[in-house]
């Protein structure tokens, strides 16, 4: 199968790459397609990943899987959530989102959070949808640590590895991340098909 893949975020396409080339999966990168810009205004991780698979799906002809993703932190109700990789205002601004964040969070003790994935396959043709979800529970440190990965990683200590997503390697975080976990429901959806 050969898919396109609706996100210009490298990181984020070596992730689904690791888990769906297994598969025999081609992937196509969004910059070597037909590119839609879609507004991510759904409520939800799921609305907005269905809305940017189904533009790219349409716009190329072929099947496209999109992902939503964020990070939601219980003392702020579930924020920045669907606003995560805008947070501070400019999109995909790391440095700025993590300053908001642990602005936020200054003189809170309770720093639960996680991270929540939601994948949706769409097809260019009448065929039904494939989606998957995937979560990560962890704390939000008070500094960041670590120079691996992206986004809230430096600040996002996961238990069940010992450190912050920063400090993993790709292959520690991929083995417990939101979207890792959701790319292997996914890819045993797919390989029932």
Do not use: W
Not at 4 to 26: C, D
Not at 87 to 111: F, I, M, P, S, V
């Amino acid at each position: 199968m050969k898919l396109v893949v609706a996100s210009n975020n490298r990181k984020k396409r070596k992730e689904i790459a690791a888990i769906l080339g297994a598969l025999g999966i081609e992937l196509v990168a969004a910059e070597e397609t037909i590119s839609v810009d879609v507004v991510e205004d759904a409520g939800s991780f799921a609305g907005n990943a269905r809305k940017k698979a189904e533009a790219f799906a349409k716009a190329n002809g072929l099947p496209a899987l999109a992902d939503d993703s964020g990070l939601c932190v219980d003392a702020l109700a579930g924020a920045p959530g669907i606003y995560s990789s805008r947070y501070a205002g400019e999109d995909g601004n790391d440095a700025a989102n993590n300053a908001k964040l642990l602005q936020e969070l200054d003189g809170e003790t309770l720093r639960d959070a996680h991270f929540t994935c939601a994948i949706h396959l769409a097809f260019p043709d009448e065929r039904a949808p494939v989606t998957a979800e995937g979560q990560v529970d962890g704390i939000i440190l008070s500094q960041p640590a670590g120079t691996a990965g992206f986004g809230y990683d430096p600040l996002f200590y996961c238990p069940e590895l010992g450190k912050v997503f920063a400090e993993a390697s790709a292959e520690e975080k991929a083995s417990v991340s939101h979207r890792g976990r959701a790319l292997r429901v996914l890819a045993t959806r797919l390989a029932a098909m």
